[in-house]
T-cell receptor
């Protein structure tokens, strides 16, 4: 029962570098989400997707890009890393709004930008 | 502007007693509320939820109460056990249809169960 799998678990980047955070789910969920959690704060929505080929912005999308080519995968791209993007990133998935089913989360990627 | 507020950063409760975690919200369009539990270095784990058409939902030791007029919900854990020590997040979902289905989270309450 893998659920939502995120890789890598930890990463240190230099300012200006780029990277992709990977997220995969095996529950056949239509909806997928990316959140970030800063110290002492709640999770904030970055981007979400309601199905393959469909993505949309959340509350804090600046500096990030996403794509959804398959139902299973939802990678998050940082193009020009900035110190403000130091955070813990969580990917989640769910069946969708009408099902009243909860979102299921991965264990996170801890990212430091130095 | 915080739409979901958890005003207690931490709460200490003796093992075997009741733990009550509180959450207030400001957006009357929220239609579904959830509680998540989080251990260090892990992702949030779903605990219990409640739809806005109900005022109570129970699952074993966990009960969530919703007071729509006060825009307040609470999570009761009875009896509290050492394994309940974690950070608890209150989250809310808006009426979105095809729009943003993401959750709005509070800042969390760190529950510590004392032996």
């Amino acid at each position: 029962n893998a659920g939502v799998t995120q890789t890598p678990k930890f990463r240190i980047l230099k300012i200006g570098q780029s990277m992709t955070l990977q997220c995969a789910q095996d529950m056949n969920h239509n909806y997928m989400y990316w959140y970030r959690q800063d110290p002492g704060m709640g999770l904030k929505l970055i981007y979400y997707s309601v199905g393959a080929g469909i993505t949309d912005k959340g509350e804090v999308p600046n500096g990030y890009n996403v794509s959804r080519s398959t139902t299973e995968d939802f990678p998050l791209r940082l193009e020009l890393a900035a110190p403000s993007q130091t955070s813990v990133y969580f990917c989640a998935s769910s069946y969708g709004v009408k099902s009243n089913q909860p979102q299921h989360f991965g264990d996170g990627t801890r990212l430091s930008i130095l | 502007d915080q739409q979901v507020k958890q005003n207690s950063p931490s709460l200490s409760v003796q093992e075997g007693r009741i733990s009550i975690l509180n959450c207030d919200y400001t957006n009357s369009m929220f239609d579904y509320f959830l509680w998540y539990k989080k251990y260090p270095a892990e992702g949030p784990t779903f605990l219990i939820s409640i739809s806005s058409i109900k005022d109570k939902n129970e699952d074993g030791r966990f009960t969530v109460f919703l007071n729509k007029s006060a825009k307040h919900l609470s999570l009761h854990i009875v009896p509290s056990q050492p394994g309940d020590s974690a950070v608890y997040f209150c989250a809310a979902r808006g009426l979105s249809g095809g729009g943003a289905d993401g959750l709005t989270f509070g800042k969390g309450t760190h529950l510590i169960i004392q032996p």
